[in-house]
């Protein structure tokens, strides 16, 4: 540019000619413009910078309240089906070791030893629907529940004395053997059906009836004929039976 | 930047960092909240899964069971433990695992024997067998024949 007083050159930012002195009048206006700008560029910078920090202060807190409110709903969760959760592994455990526990299983049915059949089953989570288990053990894993239940009971009857409920131990000898018979005589049907059935349920089945019948007898007074009688007497007469021995055992002071 | 410039403006800047502070300020208080509600629900979730796994029963129950004479009982509860590998070769254990086999062993020899069944025998050997492991407690074998009312 140009100077307005002795044209000479310029720059922009000459405030005085540098040939005659005069003041330039465009680099006064240019260097106005560039504080100004620069006020403004250094204000917009602070605004931008206090918005960024404060957003970031907001999603640093949402983000740690989002993570700890989904941990509280996971641990929550978890915490409400423990039961299932831990059965689900042990049924995944279980099924894995299919081989292995055959083994305990089938010595556990050699030995007609079906209390620690029944146990083992129980402790190992061995389940008897949606389960490896069920082709090969499924009704006797059944059965063995109803078989310790009746065992337990029918001792507890035998160690039966005045402090004890008549009523009380009749009910609860005559329901556990009324499972049993039930499911023995086929009518209590749970998770598997007995269209085809494979010959070693019917000889566990059979041996458990055996024992429960020897128990009746020898342990509980019952004669031989009686205790034979009992898988196809009804509930009803059973307990009757029952409740005369008890009562006979009160009177004889045993 | 018109929202800086003026009286409103500034009044409307000042109440907004005070907005701003005062929702921080909420939120730190629902963090420190929700730790604890967090710390509580993992003891919840910790405390669930140790309540339901299989804990077996200690030398205290399994003795009360048998001087109790509940014999059934406690041969529940011995297979149980040794299902779930509890008390396997410890003394304290071993000699009721061994009274429960022998109620189980006996019980069974018992009435097979009775019934002239050939069962009997087999029975007869985990009975002998059970008899060896009862240790101190070879008391109890009395103890199981007059409770069954076996002279």
Redesign the interface.
Known sequence: MKCEYCNGNLSLEDEYCPHCGKPNKHARKHIDDMRRFQGEFEDTKRYVRDKTIGYTEITVRVVILSILIALILVFFAVGANAWEISREIKKKSAEKKFEEYSLVLDGYLEDGDYLEFNTFCETKGLYTYDSVYREKYGEIINACTWYAGAYEALFDFADFDEDDSVSYVTEMTGDALDYFYKYYLNENLFYTDRKEEPEQYRRALDGMERDIELILSVYCGFTEEEAAAFPEMSKARRNILLEEKLEAKLQNGQ | ?DS?SGLIGWIRNRFAKDV?RA??FI??I??VI??L??VF??W??????L????KGYDAYSLQISMGG?H???L??KS??NR??GIGIRDADYEEYYAVADYF?AF??F???D??G?A?AE?WQKRMEDAESRMGSLSGEKENIKN???IE
Do not use: P
Not at chain 2, 44 to 49: D, G, I, K, L, Q
Not at chain 2, 51 to 54: A, F, K, T
């Open positions: 930047m800086k701003h929702g921080l939120m730190d629902l963090i929700f730790c509600v967090m629900a993992l919840f979730m910790v405390y669930s899964f309540e339901d796994r299989d004479e014999y059934q009982t041969l529940e297979n149980a299902a779930m189980e019980t069974h018992y009435m097979y009775k019934a069944d069962a087999m409770w069954l009312g």
